[in-house]
């Protein structure tokens, strides 16, 4: 595995929905917890967000998914308004989403990068992100083209690949 590169990853998916509508899915709160999160609170300046509205540069974020307590603190480095959002994530990783349209679809590509290269990094952040990631963008798809949430969100059910 010489060659595997472990610093980053970039996973895509096309989803039959406008732009603008997967740009909100990523950018506001109330859109973000129909298909990653269980709650996200997104501060600017340490005043909280309303939740239909997109964020923006500077933003910070604490988000909590389904079954596990502990928020992930996070911030906004660069969002343009329109199709491309920048975000720290699993401490100083970044991830860039950009969209794009091509034949009726929004293309999502997601790229986390700055991934660091101890064992523990490899296994939970380069590995277990680009599991999660992939989970998260079929979500992502199944809710925006016909609404079915594929999220465990059942606490009785220990932690499984959907959450």
């Not at 910070?60 to 992930?72: G, I, K, N």
């Not at 994530?89 to 290269?117: H, M, R, W």
Request: glycine fraction near 6%; aromatic fraction near 14%; hydrophobic fraction near 35%.
């Amino acid at each position: 595995m010489k060659s595997f590169d472990w610093t980053s990853f970039t996973k895509t998916i096309a989803i039959k929905a406008p732009l603008t509508d997967i740009y909100n899915a990523w950018t506001r709160t109330q859109e973000l917890e129909k298909w990653f999160l269980q709650q996200a609170i997104f501060t600017d300046a340490g005043t909280v967000i309303d939740r239909k509205q997109n964020v923006t540069t500077g933003c910070s974020y604490s988000w909590f998914w389904h079954l596990y307590p502990d928020p992930m603190p996070g911030l906004i480095k660069d969002t343009n308004g329109k199709d491309f959002l920048q975000f720290s994530f699993e401490g100083e990783c970044l991830v860039d989403v950009n969209l794009t349209e091509k034949a009726g679809y929004t293309i999502v590509e997601l790229s986390q990068y700055n991934i660091p290269t101890d064992d523990q990094s490899k296994q939970f952040i380069r590995l277990g992100c680009a599991s999660g990631w992939a989970f998260y963008l079929v979500n992502l798809k199944s809710v925006y083209e016909g609404g079915l949430d594929l999220r465990n969100k059942d606490g009785n059910l220990p932690p499984m690949i959907n959450n």
